[in-house]
């Protein structure tokens, strides 16, 4: 009876929904790793640390200088012998060409889980403010989402992939939160991490145009462009010498995409139904910030690989969002929308 009543206690039902989200954050962890995290010559993992890798990739700054300045903690002599055994004992930090520090590569590794976390709490935080519906229910929408992000990994995983996800989720749970003051100073960090920091601002002009007055509207609106242009400024400025150049171009790339394989034809087809069904009672904030898919795949076109799901890191949030409401209405109808 004890054991019965402890395995149908609230409590217990809570910590093995966080235990399964730890498992499957490890094993999302693990997926990211293999997938070429020093695979692209322009953005090695080394020269992203020291900051010697090709514009554009050198201005997502931030969790190289998260990571170069943790290192600067250690003890040089301890760094170096940390370093030189793990190159002669552990295969993958030399494997294909590669050039890993062992000491680097563990506080990224510890830098990547702590964000699949923090995603993962600010996605649940932000599904409670749209959706009344049962904890469980949104913990185990939370826990597909952390699930779902493997999706992202093809051709090369970035140093700074996980780290942007979890800040531009944030900043989208500060922007529908109105709160602007720690919006102001988080978007400031999320900028020095990509530069795709300036879909908030777009979210915050369409959502936020008729809501606030002009005089509001127009003084937050700058001090994010201002923080924008002068943090863009200083990593011109800063990384100035460094090969490369402010975007890449890639359309001859994504003219010669070889064909859709059926299953992810029908995947798009289903993914833009969920977003479509029942639209106009959707919450307002997720229609508007959904706009950002029209820049997104137009500079994607142009600047980046189509095929590449990591672009889009930015929407896949509020995509999920959205699926979740029309799953729950086609279902049973009992959605209750904040």
């Not at 020093?38 to 990571?67: C, Q, S, W």
């Not at 062992?102 to 959706?131: E, N």
């Not at 949104?138 to 090369?156: D, R, S």
Request: charged share 15%; net charge positive; hydrophobic share 50%.
């Amino acid at each position: 009876m004890i054991l019965k009543s402890i395995l149908q206690s609230k409590r217990f039902a809570q910590l093995s929904l966080w235990i399964v989200l730890l498992i499957v954050s490890t094993m999302v962890l693990g997926s990211f790793i293999q997938t070429n995290i020093d695979g692209y010559e322009r953005a090695m993992f080394k020269e992203m640390i020291n900051g010697t890798a090709h514009k554009p990739f050198i201005y997502r700054a931030l969790v190289p200088i998260i990571i170069k300045s943790t290192s600067l903690l250690i003890p040089e002599n301890v760094k170096e012998g940390i370093n030189v055994w793990g190159k002669e004992n552990i295969n993958y930090l030399t494997k294909e060409g590669r050039d890993i520090d062992l000491l680097d590569l563990l506080f990224a590794i510890g830098l990547w889980y702590v964000s699949i976390i923090c995603f993962a709490f600010v996605f649940q935080k932000l599904a409670h403010h749209f959706y009344s519906q049962n904890n469980k229910i949104l913990f185990i929408l939370t826990i597909i989402a952390v699930a779902g992000l493997p999706t992202f990994f093809k051709y090369y995983s970035y140093i700074y992939d996980l780290t942007h996800l979890s800040l531009f989720t944030f900043c989208l749970y500060l922007l529908v939160k109105a709160n602007w003051k720690l919006y102001l100073l988080l978007i400031c960090v999320t900028t020095l991490s990509k530069e795709t920091s300036v879909l908030l601002i777009m979210i915050y002009y369409i959502h936020y145009k008729s809501i606030l007055s002009k005089s509001d509207f127009n003084k937050i609106f700058v001090a994010q462009m201002v923080i924008f242009i002068i943090i863009k400024m200083i990593l011109s400025i800063y990384y100035f010498n460094n090969s490369g150049t402010i975007v890449e171009f890639q359309l001859f790339h994504n003219l010669k995409l070889e064909p859709y394989s059926i299953s992810q034809f029908l995947s798009f087809i289903i993914i833009g139904v969920g977003i479509a069904f029942d639209w106009k009672n959707k919450p307002l904030f997720l229609k508007n910030a959904f706009y950002i898919i029209i820049p997104l795949l137009f500079l994607t076109f142009f600047l980046g690989y189509l095929d590449e799901y990591r672009d889009y890191y930015e929407i896949y949030p509020i995509v999920l969002l959205l699926i979740f409401h029309s799953v729950t209405k086609l279902f049973n109808n009992k959605l209750e929308i904040k």
